[in-house]
Each structure stands twice: as structure tokens, then as C-alpha cells.
């Protein structure tokens, strides 16, 4: 299983949206509605920010929204804050009982 | 909510057996609703499934590791453990545990995370 593929990085100034795609396969992002995404700052363990492709756990703010179009998912942040600035990671599930993580995508926040 | 807290050797010799313990509190490991899993992360890298044990007994890995990787657990310590064989340096990661719930499919709780170094 290969892993899913997210920009290096992206950047925005406070106030401003950014969005970071994940691109998958018919066999992961495209086949399910299982998409998660997870914020990760330095030397933390990461946290869930969206699961099943468009819902929020509680607690989490709803400027993080989730969207999925074929075989590629999106995580949109809108109203930046320079707090969002972190490490940002898909996860699909793939084929069976496998899960595949993305690249991973450094947001900057200006 | 339950916490999670990962414990084990931070160094381990190449060609030898990485193991780690999960120690979950505030919850039980029997819980239908829930699965349990590692994760890891190499310096600098990403995040990389490394399996995931269902309270039915039934335990997938990752098809990369699946080889060299055993995740078993026990019941009545609410702990669950890792076992990655014949390490290489490649192997050197910090390593994850978390929990699954199964409505949403997502890994909703992990623990801090335990840096795995190795090293001769």
C-alpha cells in the first residue's frame, strides 16, 4: 500500500483559509468515507481534527472542515490562527482492514 | 476518557526484538466498540500503521511488516503490547499506541509516543 500523497507545505496569514489535499487510489480515499485527518505540533502526538471524512471530534474548532471529491480529500481551515500552525496528516482506510497515512503537509501560518 | 501511555526499551540492538507495552487506564481493553493499534514515526517522517487489534481477537498489520510484527494483548493489566523482530536501523521511530473507535474509524486517543532508537 502506497502512502497517500499531500503537499510538503502550505501557508497563509491569519484570517485566511488554506486547504491541504490528499490524493489517494479507488482502493483507499476513493472507496470509502473513512477519511481522518490529524494536527501534529513538534514533539506531540497527534490529534484527530476529522473523521469520516466531514465530522469533528469534541472539542474541535469548526474553522477545520473535511470534504472528499473521488479520489482526493481536502481539510480546510478557515479564520487562520497562528496556534493552527502544525503538521497536518490523511488517513484512509485501504483494502481490508489496512489504514494508510499521507505524507504529511507543514502548515506556516505568516 | 481513557489515557494511553506507551512503555518499553528506548534502545534495542540490530537483529534483535523491539518490544513495547500499551497501558490503558480509564477504560477496557474489552470493550466491543473499540479496537487498538501502533503507530510510529521515524525522525523527521511521517506516520505509519503498524497494526491494529480487534476486541474479537482478530489482529492486521501492515503488509510491509507483517512478517516481523506481533501485537497481542491482556485483558486483565488493560495493556497491549508490540513485538517488531530482527530491527534495523531503519526501524528506529518513535512508536505510538491509540485507540480506534469502530463508529468512526478514526484514531481518536493516542498515547505520548516512546522513541525507539536503533543502535549497536
Known amino acids: 500500500q502506497s502512502a497517500l500523497t499531500q503537499p510538503a507545505s502550505v501557508s497563509g496569514s491569519p484570517g485566511q483559509s488554506i486547504t491541504i489535499s490528499c490524493t489517494g487510489f479507488?482502493?483507499?480515499?476513493?472507496?470509502?468515507?473513512?477519511v481522518s485527518w490529524y494536527q501534529q505540533h513538534p514533539g506531540k502526538a497527534p490529534q484527530l481534527m476529522i473523521y469520516?471524512?466531514?465530522k469533528r471530534p469534541s472539542g474541535v474548532s469548526n474553522r477545520f472542515s473535511g470534504s472528499k471529491s473521488d479520489d482526493t480529500a481536502s481539510l480546510t481551515i478557515s479564520g487562520l490562527q497562528p496556534e493552527d500552525e502544525a503538521d497536518y496528516y490523511c488517513?484512509?482506510?485501504?483494502?481490508?482492514?489496512?489504514?494508510?497515512f499521507g505524507g504529511g503537509t507543514k502548515l506556516t501560518v505568516l | 476518557q481513557p489515557h494511553l501511555q506507551e512503555s518499553g526499551p528506548g534502545l534495542v540492538k540490530p537483529s534483535e526484538t523491539l518490544s513495547l507495552t500499551c497501558i490503558v487506564s480509564g477504560g477496557s481493553l474489552r470493550i466491543s466498540n473499540f479496537r487498538w493499534a501502533w503507530i510510529r514515526q521515524s525522525p523527521g517522517g511521517g506516520l505509519e500503521w503498524i497494526g491494529t487489534?480487534?476486541?474479537?481477537?482478530?489482529?492486521y498489520y501492515n503488509p510491509s511488516l507483517k512478517s516481523r510484527v506481533t501485537i497481542s494483548v491482556d485483558t486483565p493489566k488493560s495493556q497491549f503490547s508490540l513485538k517488531l523482530s530482527s530491527v534495523t536501523a531503519a526501524d528506529t521511530a518513535v512508536y505510538f499506541c491509540a485507540r480506534q473507535p469502530n463508529i468512526f474509524d478514526a484514531f481518536d486517543i493516542w498515547g505520548q509516543g516512546r522513541l525507539v532508537s536503533v543502535s549497536s
Open positions: 469520516g471524512g466531514n
Open positions: 488517513c484512509s482506510h485501504s483494502g481490508g482492514n489496512n489504514w494508510v
Open positions: 487489534f480487534y476486541y474479537s481477537d482478530n489482529t
Open positions: 479507488r482502493s483507499d480515499v476513493g472507496n470509502y468515507n473513512f
